[in-house]
């Protein structure tokens, strides 16, 4: 298409040097899945910047991913209306997953994005290297009910942990590690771990039965791609 756009052979497109690529999948999930995106916490070598509760970024210095709210975005750039966007998040709920590779160099296969030949002969490896991504996220469950606590079953230290516990439900773990990160004023990695493992050690879901819902869609969507 750009060739005939250009008036020129194919192969005057297929060699031109690749400044930004943009590798990402659609996901049609329960509307629950929603709380997922500020349950995402870390993933490696990046700093996490969230975006009100729709949006998740996992920043590099030439690279990011994204997590966001596919319909919350139409909505807001693209002229969806709100009855539209309401009617379909009240059903389903569409997250957005995104690499965003800013210059080839940053990433790392870079001879995978130097060019459009490379990356349609690469364009498999890259989708398998999104889906790698993917699965180095690290979250905690949003889903948590909480342990049933037994009457005089816990230490005072315990008791102390089980009242931070009641707190970070009562205002969400992406909430207060927002706080924590503002009014701890040394240590703060070790200051969202201690609220991470508290929020883990009261949580009744160990299984990932949720976060196994959402891979499982990413390997679908992988391999339709790829195909």
Do not use: W
Not at 171 to 182: A, E, K, Q
């Amino acid at each position: 298409f750009l060739a005939m756009r250009l008036n020129t052979n194919i192969k005057n497109i297929l060699y031109l040097p690749i400044r930004k690529v943009e590798l990402g999948m659609n996901l049609k999930l329960d509307k629950e899945a929603a709380m997922f995106i500020p349950a995402l916490l870390e993933m490696p070598q990046r700093e996490r910047v969230l975006y009100g509760k729709d949006s998740v970024y996992f920043k590099a210095e030439k690279s990011r991913d994204l997590f966001y709210n596919k319909i919350q975005q139409m909505h807001d750039k693209e002229g969806v209306s709100a009855h539209v966007r309401k009617r379909i998040l009240d059903s389903i709920f569409i997250m957005r997953y995104e690499k965003q590779i800013v210059a080839p160099s940053g990433y790392k296969n870079s001879n995978f994005v130097k060019s459009f030949d490379a990356i349609t002969r690469n364009f498999d490896n890259l989708v398998d290297d999104l889906v790698d991504s993917f699965m180095s996220v690290k979250f905690v469950d949003p889903f948590c009910e909480g342990k049933n606590i037994e009457s005089q079953s816990l230490s005072k230290r315990e008791f102390q942990q089980y009242l931070i516990f009641l707190a970070i439900k009562e205002y969400g773990i992406h909430f207060t590690l927002f706080m924590s990160d503002r009014y701890v004023k040394s240590h703060n990695a070790e200051s969202r771990r201690q609220l991470i493992e508290i929020y883990k050690k009261f949580n009744l879901n160990e299984n990932r039965q949720h976060f196994a819902k959402i891979a499982s869609e990413v390997f679908k969507k992988a391999a339709r791609l790829k195909n």
